[in-house]
């Protein structure tokens, strides 16, 4: 019987689709589930002939298999993912290939290299974005690991993966051993800080203007048109538009507000911070998620806490405008503080990092997909080595003439009492990046008072210390 080219291991939603996609792009796949009847109900409701084949067992799931064997895992991410690779790994062959496609840790991806590569086995970490939609019309995939197994793959995660409007693949090899989670783990850690200034910015247009979801949804789709295009700022129209069928309200008006994580938002700050890399607005977003889940807290502290009005004062329009504005500002600001990251990481981890391939790669098919990634991979196609995004004339540009609007909101949501951490944090960290002289002198004055922790002058070398 002919061999499939490609095995699907673990059939929840994203692996099912996954499957479906590759098997629709014309490569024999044989899937295979723990629990077996996943598997039986999966293939009972393929239709037209694909090319999908089962296993239920790894020995068969091995004999189906041409060689090198493609073995993709779509577990959840933790102790899953060590348990599957140790259940398949005797039934493997020298220079068998073991694809990772969960929201794996990159340490994890790390150490599971250095343990399947020792019994000469290759194995990708390879970021997939796109939810369940793009895994089944194209994800955006971030395959990192071994150059021999990326090779091996290549063809077949190109066929998959999501395609931008010029027919360019939403794929390429991102670097060695653990990189493609690393650059996941940031694209998540994005996704946080994106998602959070939308929500700063639906706070303060539901709470301050009296929008209701209708006129919200003609809003981000009207914004969707223009310099905010993105998959976030779309379904966030769509969202507003989603009517309850129980109660007959905005479905978004009776929705719990807490926000829950996964954790790859905070992995992202908390390696930010191991690197010693500024990522403000990602941490704000993590932080975000954090309050909201006090909800029972925040029930009280409305209650004995007092602030000013939410109501806006003013020109309608002006902070219609301005947030539109403030937003984009937010966004490049974020996507700033993103790629710095992953530049630090770049050198930290030795990852050979592309900016510009990874921009590239995220211009469709995943989560942050948006317009303004085309113009970051030309900016890192300028200059390979920018040191910050703020450096490229263009953005610098875009920032600089939106600053004001980026202000307005700010002032005037502060003013209001509305909640702005997202898009504050991120203009505190373009204030602060701009600036030469920062306070920090006082805090090393402060440092070496309390704690004789000494202090470098900007005037000659050495540490210093004060009897105060
Ligand atoms: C993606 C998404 C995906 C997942 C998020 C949600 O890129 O397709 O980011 O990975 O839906 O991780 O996770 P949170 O629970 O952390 O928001």
Not at 39 to 62: H, K, P, W
Not at 159 to 176: L, S
Request: glycine share 10%; net charge negative.
């Amino acid at each position: 019987m002919k061999k499939a080219k490609f095995a699907l291991v673990g059939l929840g939603v994203m692996g099912q689709n996954l499957a479906l996609n590759i098997a629709n792009k014309g490569y024999p796949v044989v899937v295979y589930n723990r629990t077996a009847s996943v598997t039986q109900e999966f293939i009972a409701r393929l239709t037209n002939g694909q090319s999908v084949t089962s296993a239920y067992s790894y020995a068969d799931l091995m004999a189906s298999l041409e060689k090198p064997r493609r073995i993709m895992l779509m577990v959840k991410a933790g102790p899953a993912v060590d348990a599957v690779i140790s259940e398949i790994k005797p039934y493997l062959e020298p220079g068998d290939i073991l694809i990772d496609g969960g929201n794996s840790f990159f340490a994890d991806t790390e150490r599971r290299t250095a343990e399947l590569e020792r019994d000469s086995f290759l194995f990708i970490g390879a970021g997939v974005s796109g939810g369940e939609e793009g895994a089944l019309h194209g994800p955006s995939i971030m395959p990192g690991g071994s150059l021999a197994a990326w090779k091996a793959l290549q063809e077949i995660f190109t066929a998959a993966a999501a395609k931008t409007q010029d027919g360019e693949p939403c794929v390429d090899y991102v670097g060695p051993r653990g990189a493609g989670h690393y650059v996941k783990m940031v694209h998540n850690g994005i996704e946080y800080a994106i998602m959070q200034m939308i929500a700063e910015v639906y706070d303060l247009l539901n709470r301050g203007l009296s929008l209701t979801a209708t006129e919200l949804a003609d809003l981000f789709v009207e914004w969707n048109q223009g310099e905010l295009a993105s998959y976030l700022i779309e379904i966030t129209g769509e969202i507003f538009k989603k009517l309850d069928p129980e109660t007959g309200k905005p479905l978004v008006d009776v929705i719990l507000d807490e926000a829950e994580q996964k954790g790859t938002g905070k992995w992202t700050s908390q390696n930010a911070f191991d690197l010693g890399a500024p990522t403000h607005a990602i941490n704000a977003g993590v932080a975000s998620r954090i309050l909201s889940g006090m909800k029972s807290q925040r029930t009280v502290a409305q209650k004995l806490i007092d602030g000013p009005s939410p109501t806006f004062i003013g020109d309608r329009e002006v902070l219609l405008a301005a947030c539109k504005h403030a937003l984009f500002a937010g966004l490049v600001l974020a996507f700033t503080q993103g790629f710095g990251l992953m530049q630090l990481a770049s050198q930290e981890y030795e990852y050979a990092l592309d900016m510009q391939v990874i921009a590239k790669i995220w211009r469709a098919g995943c989560i942050i997909r948006a317009d303004l990634l085309d113009d970051i991979m030309q900016a890192y196609g300028r200059d390979p080595g920018l040191l910050n995004l703020l450096f490229d004339e263009d953005f610098n540009k875009a920032v600089a003439k939106r600053q004001g609007a980026l202000r307005y909101v700010l002032i005037n949501a502060i003013r209001m009492g509305v909640p702005v951490y997202a898009l504050s944090s991120a203009l505190a960290y373009f204030d602060a990046y701009r600036t030469e002289r920062l306070p920090a002198n006082l805090t090393q004055a402060q440092r070496d008072y309390f704690g004789a922790h000494t202090y470098r002058r900007l005037d000659k070398e050495g540490s210093f210390h004060t009897q105060w």
